[in-house]
């Protein structure tokens, strides 16, 4: 009989090996020991590389890591592309005064000047002398409840300003109104020969500009920028009843090197343009027909004005053809991905533009842009005329149209009860002024708004 062993563990019995191997054969003996440990190893092994093998290294933990906060990363900015929008100030917060005024001055009974090619001014007209006369007072309206105003989705205004390097004169003013809901773009010029009865230089608009910068210096161009497209910006919106989101203002420098930058932009020039002015270092020499403007070439082109029987409002003109061209060259040139030229455009826009655009502004109005048709960019001076040859005077009833059509961000009209309810933009003193800018039969002030499709046909600038 077999007897246990007593260091067997329990459940456990002794096989006899006997039965195997009953000559005793102690070779094969100790070789199927062998092969059976062998065995038993192999297994061991083939489990701890299985093992091994489900255990991530720690550089795949990273990369599984990135490749997570990359996925989220995306996620967010889709998501914020899609629902991203520019604050707007809340209603309570309006830019202009909406308690209704009754005008001191009335356009029932303005004397005309005999003269229309030397109309008699009564305000500034030396530039030395700052005029000190005070816009007309408007007393409210008794017992009317103020307005409540709704703001509508998707509307924002962007005043562009573009000066000279030499006096700071804002040459180019602009509205650009973006309409996200409607996917239009208007832009609307107010010419640099504007009237204005503030106390400025030349009682002209390009000059307010500079008299806010040079009441505003802190030091340096770069500080005192800002402090003067604030005040440039609270201007309009008082007077024009608007409101203003952003504000951009440009260098001739920095135009110059956007143009470069683009690689040009392609402009038909209907008459030759030659024009020297060694003092402003301006030297235009652009032949008729179909150019290719480098930056230089371009400069040349919306500044020049010799020649022009309109004037300034020739040159008016000129820049809404090179504006529009330009609008097409920058819509190609995003669409076309060119990462080095798109960071190359956005190093020198932070380098040579002054705004309070964010980045996320930025990146959601480059979207909207490239959603809007040539054909729904749209282009027009604020209504008015020219008066001698020497200043732009604005047509209320024009200028207040314009506004309600095109740059009116509220749900309510803006009325002729809160219009440029200080009179910035007339002299009631001087008759041809304000017989211009009260006339109501909108007969002579140019309203026409063109289309960025058709505008270079549509555009004719005359000649002397």
């Not at 795949?60 to 989220?72: K, S, T």
């Not at 040459?171 to 650009?176: A, C, F």
Request: hydrophobic content about 35%; some cysteine.
């Amino acid at each position: 009989m077999m007897q246990n062993n007593p260091n067997q563990e329990p459940n456990e019995t002794n096989e006899d090996i006997s039965l195997y191997y009953p000559d005793g054969d102690a070779e094969h003996i100790a070789r199927d020991d062998h092969d059976e440990a062998f065995l038993n190893e192999t297994i061991r092994k083939k489990k701890k590389i299985r093992r091994r093998n489900g255990r991530l290294k720690r550089s795949q933990i990273l990369m599984i890591a990135a490749i997570f906060v990359i996925y989220a990363l995306v996620l967010v900015v889709a998501a914020w592309m899609i629902f991203y929008k520019p604050a707007t100030p809340p209603v309570e917060e309006m830019p202009f005064d909406t308690t209704p005024m009754t005008p001191v001055t009335s356009p029932e009974n303005v004397p005309v000047s005999s003269d229309p090619n030397n109309p008699p001014l009564t305000g500034n007209t030396d530039p030395e002398t700052p005029t000190t006369e005070t816009p007309p007072v408007e007393q409210p309206e008794e017992q009317k409840p103020a307005e409540k105003y709704v703001i509508k989705d998707g509307v924002y205004n962007i005043l562009v300003v573009g000066h000279d390097d030499a006096a700071l004169l804002a040459d180019v003013t602009m509205i650009v109104n973006i309409n996200t809901t409607e996917n239009t773009i208007t832009v609307m010029q107010i010419p640099r020969d504007t009237f204005t009865s503030l106390n400025v230089l030349t009682n002209k608009v390009n000059a307010a500009f500079n008299t806010f910068y040079n009441n505003n210096y802190a030091g340096s161009y770069d500080k005192t920028l800002p402090y003067a497209m604030e005040e440039l910006e609270k201007m309009y919106e008082k007077s024009l009843c608007i409101n203003i989101h952003h504000t951009a203002v440009l260098s001739l420098a920095g135009f110059r090197s956007i143009v470069n930058i683009m690689g040009g932009v392609g402009v038909y020039v209907p008459e030759g343009m030659y024009y020297e002015d060694p003092e402003q270092d301006l030297y235009i020499n652009i032949p008729a027909g179909y150019q290719w403007l480098n930056g230089a070439q371009a400069e040349g082109f919306i500044r020049f004005r010799s020649g022009y029987s309109q004037g300034d409002l020739g040159r008016v003109s000129a820049q809404k053809i090179f504006l529009t061209a330009l609008f097409d060259q920058a819509k190609n040139t995003i669409k076309s991905a060119n990462v080095s030229v798109l960071t190359e455009i956005a190093t020198n826009i932070s380098k040579y533009l002054t705004t309070n655009l964010s980045v996320s502004d930025l990146m959601f109005y480059a979207k909207a842009f490239l959603n809007i048709d040539m054909n729904n960019i749209q282009m027009l001076t604020i209504p008015g005329n020219m008066v001698g040859g020497n200043y732009y005077i604005i047509n209320r009833a024009g200028a207040l149209k314009a506004i309600n059509d095109h740059f009116n961000i509220y749900e309510n009209e803006i009325t002729n009860s809160i219009f440029d309810r200080n009179g910035i933009f007339n002299l009631p003193s001087d008759p041809w002024i304000n017989d211009y800018y009260w006339d109501g039969s909108a007969n002579f002030y140019d309203a026409t708004v063109y289309h960025g499709d058709s505008i270079s046909d549509e555009i004719y600038i005359p000649r002397y």
